[in-house]
């Protein structure tokens, strides 16, 4: 018996082009979201005219940290919509030029309110442009090498915030030149402009529609209101809440983590700073880029909702155990990756399970829909995190543990979703 074709057999050079484009915008989203994570005590210091270390800039910073997942959430469900009614192509275009522009538009900050509006134009971009991508990943690969490639393409956000994390570096307290860098992504839509050609599927959409043989392009109405799309729309939707809440509750906290460890083995509150950022920023960053990557050749393997149930299961085992089990600093690095790994990794199956959900017409809209609304509904997450780490007497270790059962939500919200593996996009 011949040995079965690999994945990446019969792809065409255009078709390895439209994954690299797309992840050039998507590794460039990451970058202009992480600017702000980067430079805002400096930044937010420098305007209030206070010490970075004063309260009133962490809580402006966690202030505008929420403008920003409200920005992400409206701009991934407007442009998801404009990019099933106007088209994948030139609406990419547009929310690259949203997130690059306004993100350079920074360095002219001298208010408040200034910061606060710009964070929410940059993550209307950056929210919109996810959506986009990965609708137009998806119709423009062949079906055996889809869910690699879309695994892959959701893979590179880590190239973003390694790019930063350098920008920020070179440029050091100069917030203002760090963020006028960031208005070189806006270059990337030359390319978006010469290279990228509309997928065949949303012209035979269009054309459809046009002859009124099919609902309206980006049809709110048919999303919500058509029983079969309405029900992968709000479960789509809990299921990335799920992942997106747990990621500000749990993932991001591995730094804090880490540190809470060190300080309680006596480790100084300066060197416990800075190994807890290399557990984080390196260590668990490994696992969580692998993660993500692992997450299309099992989908391929598993299936779909399998693949899900895997991670969320290992995570409900893995976070208590990295909170818990740790004896020595060595036992947490061990863990750490394998912590990133199931808690983040799961995010690159939403780009590629999503776009697998809805049809034609609705793809950018219904792939933006799950990922944003997910975002906003996960942003509640946030705020009662807060809540139960700031709890007399709480623990930190025991707060991550206890916000890691929001995975089991995430099994029960599965169930309601079919299994796409195999199968051609919903037309």
Not at 167 to 194: C, E, H, K, N, Y
Not at 297 to 302: D, E, G, N, Q, S
Not at 307 to 327: K, M, N, R, S
Request: some cysteine.
């Amino acid at each position: 018996m011949a040995p079965a074709p690999k994945w990446y057999q019969d792809v065409t050079a255009y078709q390895w082009l439209v994954v690299l484009i797309a992840s050039a915008g998507w590794i460039f989203d990451a970058f202009e979201g992480q600017l702000f994570n980067i430079q805002r005590n400096q930044m937010l210091a420098d305007i209030l005219h206070v010490a970075p270390d004063h309260p009133e800039v962490r809580r402006w910073g966690d202030i505008f940290l929420g403008v920003f997942l409200v920005g992400g959430s409206f701009g991934g469900i407007f442009f998801g919509w404009l990019g099933d009614r106007w088209g994948r192509k030139p609406t990419m275009a547009l929310t690259i030029l949203f997130y690059s522009v306004f993100s350079g538009l920074t360095y002219f900050a001298t208010s408040l309110w200034h910061v606060g509006a710009l964070r929410f134009f940059v993550a209307m971009g950056a929210g919109g442009e996810w959506a986009v991508a990965a609708a137009l990943v998806a119709e423009a690969v062949p079906r055996h090498a889809r869910a690699h490639m879309l695994g892959l393409f959701h893979s590179t956000s880590i190239i973003g915030t390694s790019i930063a994390a350098w920008v920020g570096l070179a440029f050091g307290a100069d917030w203002r030149l760090t963020f006028l860098v960031g208005i070189v992504p806006s270059l990337l839509v030359l390319w978006v402009r010469a290279r990228v050609e509309e997928p065949a599927a949303w012209h035979a959409a269009k054309a459809k529609a046009a002859a009124g043989l099919a609902a309206q392009l980006g049809s709110f109405r048919d999303l919500l209101l058509n029983p079969r799309w309405a029900k992968r729309a709000i479960f789509g939707l809990l299921l990335a809440a799920v992942g997106l809440g747990t990621f500000w509750a749990v993932t991001v906290a591995g730094q804090d983590l880490a540190k809470d460890f060190l300080l309680r083995h006596g480790v100084p509150m300066a060197e416990a700073t800075q190994r807890a950022k290399f557990a984080y920023g390196n260590i668990q960053a490994l696992g969580s880029g692998l993660g993500m990557l692992s997450f299309g050749p099992l989908a391929v393997r598993l299936g779909r909702r399998r693949t899900f149930v895997l991670y969320h299961v290992a995570a409900l085992i893995v976070v208590p155990l990295t909170c818990f089990a740790p004896t020595s600093y060595g036992t947490l690095l061990a863990l750490l990756p394998m912590y990133g790994f199931f808690t983040i990794g799961i995010h690159a199956g939403y780009a590629v399970y999503f776009p697998e959900l809805f049809p034609n017409h609705l793809r950018s809209t219904g792939t933006g829909f799950c990922f944003n609304g997910g975002r906003l509904l996960a942003s509640t997450m946030l705020v009662f995190s807060g809540w139960l780490k700031a709890l007399p007497g709480m623990e930190l270790r025991t707060a991550i543990s206890l916000m890691s059962l929001l995975f089991l939500f995430g099994l029960v919200f599965i169930c309601f979703l079919p299994e796409t593996k195999g199968q051609p996009l919903p037309e």
